[in-house]
């Protein structure tokens, strides 16, 4: 039996805060394996624009390479959407019948789980939620817990420095001309110039 943590994301770019998340993650919940899982279009950024899911892809593997813990996985373009994390675990629970499945996210995701599709089933397939702090988000749970009693054995806090970087900001930069580099791998810095994304 394996501990599979599952970490979803737009990743356009995957940056350090990822990274570390995924990492301290792994540690701390002793996952032997997390599963980079990219999303091709998440449902709630559907109007923003994102970059084509194999860019995404390969700035992902350029990201954890070197990590032996760490894979990408393309299972939710296998499937029309909307890509609801619900059906993904389940999918996965189908395939790895033995393994225990922790989603990792950040609080920003935590705070958004009413919103989520089917909470309740998210929880039901989960071994656990590793939930990482965000800065500007805040941190009590107690309505969240009072809404989903399930999410109380099911919630570990990833215990990591406050990280105030988003994809969103490194994006800005790119656009702005300022520096971003040291925001993202190496690897992830030269797609970005290659390719001349988020120009
Ligand atoms: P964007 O700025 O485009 O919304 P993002 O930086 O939030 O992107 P996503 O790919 O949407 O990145 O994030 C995937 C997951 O990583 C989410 O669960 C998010 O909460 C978490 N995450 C991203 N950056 C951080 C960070 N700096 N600290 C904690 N969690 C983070």
């Not at 701390?28 to 899982?37: A, E, N, P, S, Y």
Request: with cysteine; charged share 25%.
């Amino acid at each position: 039996m394996s501990r599979i943590g599952i970490f979803g994301g737009t990743f356009d770019p995957p940056h350090l805060g990822h990274l570390i998340l995924a990492a301290e993650s792994a540690d701390q919940l002793r996952l032997d394996t997390v599963l980079w899982m990219v999303a091709p279009l998440p449902p709630h950024k559907q109007e923003k624009k994102v970059s084509p899911f194999g860019r995404r892809v390969a700035m992902t593997e350029a990201a954890i390479r070197g990590e032996a813990r760490f894979q990408v996985s393309t299972l939710e373009n296998e499937r029309a959407g909307p890509h609801y994390t619900a059906d993904t675990l389940e999918i996965l629970k189908g395939r790895r019948p033995g393994d225990e499945l922790f989603l990792l996210i950040g609080q920003d995701s935590l705070n958004d789980l009413p919103s989520w599709h089917e909470p309740e089933r998210v929880l039901t397939a989960i071994a656990g939620l590793g939930v990482m702090a965000r800065p500007g988000e805040r941190h009590e749970t107690a309505g969240l817990l009072e809404q989903f009693p399930s999410l109380a054995e099911k919630l570990i806090r990833v215990d990591a420095p406050l990280l105030e970087i988003s994809s969103t900001e490194i994006r800005a930069r790119v656009k702005g001309g300022r520096h971003f580099r040291y925001y993202v791998c190496g690897g992830v810095a030269r797609l970005i110039e290659a390719w001349g994304l988020y120009r």
